[in-house]
């Protein structure tokens, strides 16, 4: 049904976007609580810097992780020379820069939960004899499941389709960076790519399509586990 | 005894307090909303930190800020029960009830067990179920019985009733009787409702504007102005406390007060401690023993004092033997007419069945 370099394409797009979402997920929910629960000066500045990636256009983005990440980048150098580890033109940097891209959503999603979540149930905890930590993930977190898991799969469906910052930071490699979108925008580049281009095209909106309903199903579950 | 002395400012308000409390013993922390009863509640919880203070239960110094001894709320072994219930969402009835005696210290003393407490709250039939499936009154229970396991030295109720309608009151308040009389466990009980107060407390923290206005025996406060101030007055009277003698030939209670002796439409065995509440306009004032009428309470009682009171009435309190009071409202034209003043003799009236008395079970402190 798919043609090899298709279903290159469609898998490598749905690995980046997995890997993306899971390096996002631990930061995205330290950040989140960091911002709703936390006071600090600069905390303003902080929240429009995580904020950053989703009025910067792409191609900066991208510039910008090649800046630091590149083998010559301050960070992409160390990772490099230490371990030996190079993300500029893998999979692995397009899943960072996917990651970075959808960032801001993940923490937006999660922070939306933890403002709304009854901070009395954690006091409530706290009297039943329950630590911070225990606090945390014996309340909070399951608490805020929907949220997190409405930030992954959003993130999820916009990772499969993020361009600009992986084109720049990961380059458009067949069999290593070259997503969906890029695959689409290739085949758009080539004289006969128009067929390609379409089928492209149509598995992108199925599979964003499939994602939304997957989510949509998840969080019914979730809500009525939880009684709302 | 718990010894509790908190400051605390927060913005204009201030609380500043000094009280103690009976171990074990129910003791009211009463008071109009906006008090500071709540703000109380969580410092003494360790919810939040006073300004300055120390808290003692017993022997055992929780808090004491001379030192900077700040036990953290988690291991204060203060059971809390919520006005808004607060059970997890997301757990079962019996995991909810079996989150803090999980976290218990490792061999700690659980003289609450499990079976207890599920049989004396009636929750056998809840366990399995979400709390979004229970009833306000029933999420109560499940919240005061998930408190009792994680084993408290002391339990503080905040207004645990305040969100409930009459009928879900009505079916809570017996559990809450029925722990005051089996646990030893002493309770610090907020309300703005009187009558709770009157059922289940035998001291009292009358609390204004984040001071303490009135302190000690239910009986004793009863009479402080401040509450009149807070009750309404429909709802002045003094508080009595006695013990049932047995029942009279026509079937009425008798009961023991100071040196006088009440009769109630109320069933309860003899020997019971029983606490009512006789109204101030439901007491008459004759200057002789009258006859000829269907009220079966006469008591002998010398006049205290004449107070000016709402509208053209006065109030007039009334000594009627060994430290027992009634307050007593009349019009000011009928102290006038009877001649009322200090140390005059005269007979207070009270209708048996406008009595009604809450029973402590537990023998009398």
Not at chain 1, 2 to 23: C, I, K, N, Q, T
Request: aromatic share 6%; proline share 5%; hydrophobic share 50%.
């Amino acid at each position: 049904m798919l043609s090899p370099a298709e279903s290159e394409a469609l898998f490598l797009s749905l690995s980046v976007a997995a890997r993306s979402v899971l390096f996002n997920l631990p930061f995205a929910i330290l950040v989140a609580w960091v911002l709703t629960r936390t006071r600090f000066t600069g905390r303003t500045v902080f929240d429009a810097f995580v904020h950053l990636p989703l009025v910067l256009p792409p191609v900066v983005v991208g510039y910008l992780l090649l800046v630091l990440f590149g083998v010559r980048g301050p960070i992409g150098g160390w990772l490099y020379h230490s371990f030996g580890i190079q993300l500029a033109f893998t999979s692995a940097g397009a899943a960072l820069a996917t990651a970075v891209m959808s960032f801001p959503l993940v923490v937006r999603s999660i922070r939306l939960s933890l403002d709304t979540l009854d901070r009395g149930l954690e006091d409530a905890a706290r009297t039943l004899g329950a630590g911070a930590f225990d606090r945390f993930v014996s309340i909070t977190l399951p608490l805020i499941a929907p949220g997190i898991l409405a930030g992954a799969v959003t993130a999820f469906a916009a990772g499969l389709g993020e361009f600009g910052a992986v084109i720049t930071f990961a380059s458009n490699i067949p069999g290593e960076t070259r997503t969906l979108p890029l695959a689409l925008y290739t085949a758009l580049q080539t004289p006969d790519g128009d067929a390609l281009a379409a089928r492209l095209a149509t598995i992108s909106f199925l599979l964003g399509l499939a994602g939304l309903l997957v989510a949509e199903f998840l969080a019914r579950r979730l809500r009525r586990m939880l009684g709302r | 005894m718990l010894r509790v002395q908190l400051y605390k400012r927060r913005g204009d308000f201030t609380l500043d307090v000094d009280f103690c409390a009976p171990v074990p013993g129910v003791t009211a922390l009463f008071g109009r909303s906006g008090c500071g009863k709540s703000t109380l509640i969580s410092l003494i919880a360790g919810l939040l930190s006073p300004d300055q203070g120390r808290i003692q239960i017993d022997e055992d110094t929780l808090l004491d800020t001379t030192r900077h001894l700040d036990v953290d709320a988690r291991h204060r072994r203060i059971g809390v029960v919520f006005q808004d219930a607060r059970l997890f969402p997301h757990l079962s009835v019996l995991d909810n009830l079996r989150y803090g005696a999980k976290r218990l210290p490792r061999g700690a003393p659980a003289p609450i067990g499990f079976d207890d407490v599920i049989s004396m709250l009636g929750l056998g039939a809840l366990t399995a179920r979400r709390p979004h499936q229970l009833s306000g009154g029933e999420q109560q229970r499940v919240a005061l019985g998930r408190a009792l396991l994680a084993q408290p030295k002391l339990l503080l109720l905040d207004e645990p009733l305040a969100s409930l309608d009459l009928a879900r009151r009505e079916e809570v308040l017996p559990y809450f009787e029925k722990l005051r009389d089996a646990l030893a466990i002493p309770i610090v009980y907020v309300s703005h409702q009187f009558d709770e107060v009157l059922r289940l407390a035998t001291r009292v923290v009358l609390l204004e504007a984040g001071r303490v206005r009135a302190d000690g025996e239910l009986a004793t406060v009863s009479r402080h102005p401040a509450l009149r101030d807070i009750v309404g007055p429909d709802a002045v009277g003094a508080v009595m406390s006695g013990v049932v003698d047995g029942t009279d030939d026509a079937g009425l209670t008798r009961i023991q007060v100071g040196d006088a002796e009440l009769v109630v439409d109320e069933l309860a065995p003899p020997g019971q401690r029983i606490q009512i509440q006789v109204l101030a306009r439901d007491v008459i004032v004759a200057a002789s023993r009258p006859t000829g009428l269907s009220v079966r309470n006469a008591v002998s009682a010398r006049v205290v004092s004449v107070t000016p009171d709402v509208g053209r009435a006065v109030l007039v309190e009334l000594d009627i033997g060994r430290t027992s009071t009634l307050l007593a409202r009349i019009t000011a034209r009928a102290a006038q007419e009877l001649e009322l003043e200090s140390d005059k003799q005269v007979w207070a009236l009270i209708k048996a069945v406008s009595l009604r008395g809450h029973v402590f079970s537990a023998p009398g402190r």
